[in-house]
């Protein structure tokens, strides 16, 4: 196989979302969604793929003391400095074509002290591009191209103890065509529909507080995430055990730590309160919940010393990395630390997320662990991003998935009404129209239909015409 990229071009779409999304440090509340389309040469066959990514504030960076505006710069000069290098790769396989650019990508920004998490943003999109152009050029799908391993993917190049391992020997053997959707609560989102303000109800049709969003969609598994204050999140773990259980639903849950803490201890002081209170020990058991998510901030969270508060902590709940996963080796760094696993999103980089879900399974056939590849979630929407991202969810087996794009903006109501008819006949199991008449995400049972997703080349059935394309977005990157 023979890979070059002969050209590229950028689209941004803005996008606002129903309400504010509170996480961590940022609540936000409108962000810009980029486009990468790319011209390359497979095997002397001319073809084009495309990928998206919405750039949302503080989850690259964690910097209080800096706003978007001062942040969004520096995510645009990522982007086109791997469209740039990429154009003067030469490669013999996808795995290899990926592994150049990731290699020249992160010389240039440790040069320029650029943190590999926002880095290797650019990689991951031009991958992505890639990936679904060999698919739609070789008439396969992603699913089908990693069982083969037409993607040339060398295991043992990221993780040694897998040089013998081909990705089919440690995946699923058929991609998933139902995943359960895990439902986001946001640090501000309402519980209770009669808690919303008629000032800030939704008008678009769409379930706004936990409540409504658990009858409409029938939801079992959530992510609830912590501010880190104590007295607060005790309040509103309270309320929201309280909510599931009036509801009755055998529910899941994770907890995001969204980085509030600034060590293992700190964390640890909190956790044994949660504990203590009457309310929350069973809500908190094994029972229900699934894992903890980055509680310790970037800066501390693979730290040496946190190995010994883990292994010192005997009814310590399993964690995983989510922000500190930036680099190739940061899970093996940190399962060495008592960490039990990391998250799986596309933009941290499809090949790695590969490699990483190989390891684990690895793992798990000699110790069952737990071992976890978390399916995780940056405000994912469609008609490109959400469905690339559930193609590699179905693919490695990840069962249940966070999903939140769909809740905080109104389905795919930004585009044109020609590009969501489009969506919705090419994906008709996974989108349909709402109440409104605007294409939106389906949830039934709690579950997402996958299966048009798993035949699609790389989970995006829309042809890339130059039309529609034009539906996408304004030409260029924003900034």
Known sequence: MSITLESFEWRTRPMSTRFPFRYGIAAMTELPHVFLHLRAVIDGKPCSGLASEGLPPKWFTKDATTRFEEDLPQMVQVLEKAAGFACAIKAQSLFAFWQELYRQQDEWARGEKIPPLLAHLGTALVERALIDAFCRSSGTSFSAALKSNALGIELGELHPEL??????????????????????????????????????????????????????????????????????????????????????????????????????????????????????????????????????????????????????????????????????????????????????????????????????????RDDDGPWILSGEDLANVGPVALLNDLAVMAALGVGHVERNGHHYFSGLSMYPQKLQDAVCAAHPDLYGPSEKGFATLGITGGKLATASLVEAPFGCGLALSDEMLDLLGEGGLPW
């Open 163 to 364: 040089v013998t391992c081909q990705p089919a020997d440690l995946l699923p053997e058929q991609a998933d065509t139902t995943l359960i959707a895990r439902h986001t609560v946001g640090l501000g989102d309402p519980l209770k529909d009669t808690d919303i303000p008629s000032g800030e109800r939704c008008d678009d049709g769409l379930p706004q507080a936990l409540d409504a969003v658990i009858d409409r969609y029938g939801l079992t598994h959530f992510k609830v995430k912590l501010s880190g204050a104590i007295e607060t999140d005790l309040a509103r773990l309270r309320a929201i055990a309280a909510l599931l259980e009036e509801k009755g639903t055998d529910y899941r849950f994770t907890l995001d730590g969204n980085e509030q803490y600034p060590s293992i201890g700190a964390f640890r002081e909190h956790w044994e309160q949660f504990l203590a209170d009457d309310g929350l020990a069973v809500f908190l058991g094994e029972a229900h919940l699934l894992f903890v998510e980055q509680p310790i901030h970037r800066d501390h969270a693979l730290n040496p010393e946190v190995a010994e508060d883990i292994r010192s902590w005997k009814q310590c709940p399993p964690m995983i990395i989510d922000e500190s996963d930036g680099e190739i080796n940061s899970l093996r760094s940190a399962l060495k630390l008592g960490y039990r696993g990391t998250s799986h999103k596309n933009c941290k980089g499809v090949f790695k997320g590969i490699a990483n879900a190989c390891l684990l399974e690895y793992l798990r």
